[in-house]
């Protein structure tokens, strides 16, 4: 079993813990803020922000919170085409899951460093929506929307991950009907692979040789892109829900449980697109 302890700032720990709050258990340690028990990993915040993570998939969810480079760094010699996706949306309180996959070539590598192309957290909303539709023009993509309602409905019987894998694998499936994928297909990884494909056992069809690999956003150019595809897209659909379901501030809020948001759900009910697990732990 992997043991992997990190100190984090008390902005990560919450958002640590806003992600997969579903997954939270009981401790009798006074001095624990929270446990999480996930599928192949245990975590656990001290009151002090020291976080543990315990299990075969510890550096999977530990990463997010280790050091990374701010750009993709690649050359042309060491460069190779390679298909990437990547999702936003998962661990958020309202609104859609959105998975983009997209292809990038050899032809593509001096654009995207020249604009500065790297994972959608690390750019400002204001460039992310104005390369979104430059990215959408000049690459082969596929988008993937998971309706709130859908959500409901498949969070029933399947976790997180298995979501994940499910919208990752659709994705692929899309982009391959339209263009021929590369060799190199990646996933930022969020699970094992063997779990990965476990959750897809039942799927018709299944992309295989896929390439798993942690901070996958901040590596490879194709995940980088798909990051900022997916960001833009779910973004606009979450103005467009302020402009029919006003009071909540859902593009404000990014989907999450700030206290502007919660006042509204005080004030005025929850929504058609707030998700049920939310609702429950805070309604």
Same mark, same amino acid.
């Given at each position: 079993?992997?043991?992997?302890?990190?100190?984090?700032?008390?902005?990560?720990?919450?958002?640590? !813990?806003?992600?997969?709050?579903?997954?939270?258990?009981?401790? %009798?340690?006074?001095?624990?803020?929270?446990?999480?028990?996930?599928?192949?990993?245990?975590?656990?915040? !001290?009151?002090?922000?020291?976080?543990?993570?315990?299990?075969?998939?510890?550096?999977?969810?530990?990463?997010?919170?280790? $050091?990374?480079?701010?750009?993709?760094?690649?050359?042309?010699?060491?460069?190779? $085409?390679?298909?990437?996706?990547?999702?936003?949306?998962?661990?958020?309180?309202?609104?859609?899951?959105?998975?983009?996959?997209?292809?990038?070539?050899?032809?593509?590598?001096?654009?995207?460093?020249?604009?500065?192309?790297?994972?959608?957290?690390?750019?400002? $909303?204001?460039?992310?929506?104005?390369?979104?539709?430059?990215?959408?023009?000049?690459? %082969?993509?596929?988008?993937?929307?998971?309706?709130?309602?859908?959500?409901?409905?498949?969070?029933?019987?399947?976790?997180?991950?298995?979501?994940?894998?499910?919208?990752?694998?659709?994705?692929?499936?899309?982009?391959?009907?339209?263009?021929?994928?590369?060799?190199?297909?990646?996933?930022?990884?969020?699970?094992?692979?063997?779990?990965?494909?476990?959750?897809?056992?039942?799927? %018709?069809?299944?992309?295989?040789?896929?390439?798993?690999?942690?901070?996958?956003?901040?590596?490879?150019?194709?995940?980088?892109?798909?990051?900022?595809?997916?960001?833009?897209?779910?973004?606009?659909?979450?103005?467009?829900?302020?402009?029919?379901?006003?009071?909540?501030?859902?593009?404000?809020?990014?989907?999450?449980?700030?206290?502007?948001?919660?006042?509204?759900?005080?004030?005025?009910? %929850?929504?058609?697109?707030?998700?049920?697990?939310?609702?429950?732990?805070?309604?």
């Amino acid at each position: 079993m992997n043991t992997i302890t990190l100190n984090l700032s008390s902005a990560q720990a919450e958002k640590l !813990y806003e992600t997969f709050k579903e997954y939270q258990v009981d401790s %009798p340690n006074q001095y624990v803020s929270y446990m999480l028990k996930l599928e192949n990993c245990t975590i656990t915040c !001290y009151t002090s922000n020291k976080v543990v993570f315990q299990g075969n998939d510890a550096e999977i969810y530990a990463a997010a919170f280790q $050091d990374n480079k701010s750009t993709v760094s690649q050359t042309m010699d060491d460069f190779i $085409d390679h298909a990437g996706s990547d999702e936003v949306g998962t661990g958020d309180y309202f609104g859609p899951v959105v998975v983009a996959a997209c292809i990038v070539t050899k032809s593509d590598l001096q654009w995207l460093q020249n604009e500065n192309i790297t994972d959608s957290k690390k750019l400002t $909303d204001e460039y992310i929506m104005k390369i979104g539709p430059q990215l959408t023009a000049k690459l %082969p993509y596929s988008l993937l929307i998971l309706s709130n309602d859908k959500y409901n409905i498949v969070h029933q019987s399947n976790n997180l991950n298995a979501i994940k894998a499910k919208l990752h694998n659709q994705a692929y499936i899309n982009l391959s009907t339209k263009y021929k994928l590369p060799k190199l297909i990646v996933i930022d990884q969020f699970a094992a692979p063997a779990t990965y494909y476990r959750y897809l056992a039942y799927e %018709p069809n299944v992309i295989g040789n896929i390439h798993f690999e942690t901070k996958a956003e901040s590596k490879y150019l194709a995940v980088a892109a798909a990051s900022i595809i997916a960001k833009v897209t779910r973004d606009r659909l979450m103005k467009e829900y302020d402009q029919v379901i006003p009071g909540y501030d859902f593009a404000g809020n990014k989907g999450y449980g700030t206290k502007a948001h919660l006042e509204g759900l005080r004030r005025l009910g %929850p929504s058609p697109i707030h998700r049920r697990t939310f609702i429950r732990n805070y309604i």
